[in-house]
């Protein structure tokens, strides 16, 4: 039997941080996206790890970035591991010497299998919902039976998740882990305190 993990991403503020960590969060997500509106540089992202307990899992958010510009980041932030959004293949997210994470946008195409196969350095495939031109945090679930695959690699559910209905999601497709960011919001980028310990709670009350 396990716990599901938890992850808050686009983390901008270090009250959020600590909170999240407070109540349960097992990982933390900065979004080093530039076109995102939870971007955050690497002076706030650096000031926020450093104040962080210990046994918190530090990820970096990267899409279609330059090798030069990734460097730059975890040259000055702490990361334990990096989420690829974009359209890198395994090459490139195996270069920087960090366990990765690669999103995989879901339709009925997808074959995880072969996803896997694809990345298969990966620590986990994190899977969302697909939106043309949207590289993540739409805030859309997708259809979860399209998890029903056998694959031999941790699944991390995200797209969508709220504390309403991750209750329903993790009985519905068993992941390892799940990820939320706008359903923890109060506005884009500033987390609901409230939100947050009721989705932590709703979703480690499931032992799987």
């Not at 650096?46 to 970035?65: A, E, H, R």
């Not at 490139?92 to 946008?105: M, N, S, T, V």
């Not at 993540?136 to 969508?160: C, E, H, M, Y």
Request: hydrophobic share 40%.
């Amino acid at each position: 039997m396990a716990i599901v993990r938890v992850k808050i991403c686009g983390i901008t503020r270090l009250e959020d941080a600590i909170y999240a960590c407070d109540v349960g969060a097992d990982a933390l997500g900065f979004v080093f996206y530039r076109k995102s509106p939870r971007m955050i540089d690497k002076a706030a992202a650096t000031s926020i790890i450093s104040k962080l307990p210990p046994f918190i899992s530090k990820v970096g958010l990267f899409v279609n970035d330059s090798p030069e510009f990734i460097r730059s980041i975890i040259q000055h932030v702490n990361l334990d591991l990096l989420q690829f959004h974009g359209e890198e293949d395994e090459e490139e997210c195996l270069q920087y010497g960090i366990p990765y994470i690669k999103a995989i946008k879901m339709r009925e195409e997808v074959d995880l299998a072969t996803m896997v196969s694809k990345f298969e350095e990966s620590a986990a495939l994190l899977t969302d919902s697909y939106v043309p031109g949207i590289p993540g945090g739409t805030g859309k679930t997708f259809d979860w039976s399209l998890l029903n695959q056998r694959v031999i690699k941790p699944i991390i559910l995200a797209g969508g998740l709220t504390p309403e209905n991750v209750g329903e999601a993790i009985r519905s497709v068993h992941p390892y882990s799940v990820d939320v960011s706008g359903g923890v919001e109060s506005k884009v980028g500033v987390k609901d305190k409230n939100k947050i310990l009721k989705f932590i709670q709703n979703a480690k009350d499931l032992v799987l």
